[in-house]
């Protein structure tokens, strides 16, 4: 059975300092995502051995446990190629215009984007998706990791609202974390997102 890895990370864990510390990226990458992989690998093999036994008695929360852990590993995948110590700035090309478009500005976009991930109830995340059955960009806000979704749309750029990538360093003032996270966007890993939702 084929089954998920913790991908490496396309830099080293003090590369985004000092908008995100070397200690907090190691524990966020090191441990945190690390557990949603292992939960997702352990949830496949439960659900494997209730359909060789038929006992589907569980399998509610099996799905569920499989959500969680599956979309936190795919969120984490995104949000740390959306990142890069030379990142910041704002898009060019086909992805400014679709901001415009769907957005009326950058500035409009990324104070929606902002305000989504600032203010998620407990924990979860900001993302901007490509909705395909409405060819446009969409801002959803995410509850843990899959609550809230609208189903089809394709994370792009995804920004972590959880206490465990930002309060050592930033304590509870979640709005700052967010306005740092700006500084570290990696436009082109999003452009190539968009690129490639389109052509899906």
Same mark, same amino acid.
């Given at each position: 059975m084929t089954t998920y890895s913790l991908p490496d990370l396309p830099y080293d864990y003090a590369a985004l300092e000092p908008a995100i510390t070397g200690e907090i990226l190691e524990l966020h !990458? @090191? #441990? !945190? !995502? @690390?557990a949603y992989v292992k939960g997702a690998n352990d949830t496949l093999e #439960?659900? @494997?051995?209730a359909r060789d036994k038929e006992q589907y008695g569980g399998l509610v929360g099996l799905e569920k446990t499989l959500a969680f852990n599956l979309s936190g590993h795919v969120l984490h995948s995104i949000f740390w190629d959306n990142l890069s110590p030379d990142g910041g700035d704002r898009p060019d090309g086909e992805l400014a215009t679709a901001i415009d478009e769907h957005f009326g500005s950058f500035e409009a976009f990324k104070a929606q984007l902002t305000t989504a991930t600032a203010t998620v109830q407990g924990s979860g995340w900001g993302v901007l998706g490509w909705e395909p059955r409405g060819q446009r960009l969409i801002v959803q806000q995410v509850y843990d990791h899959h609550g809230n979704v609208g189903i089809g749309a394709t994370p792009l750029l995804v920004f972590d609202a959880w206490e465990h990538a930002y309060y050592l360093q930033y304590r509870n003032v979640r709005p700052d974390y967010v306005a740092k996270l700006w500084d570290l966007v990696n436009w082109n890993d999003v452009a190539a997102r968009l690129t490639a939702a389109k052509n899906a």
């Open positions: !990458h @090191a #441990k !945190h !995502h @690390a #439960k659900l @494997a051995e």
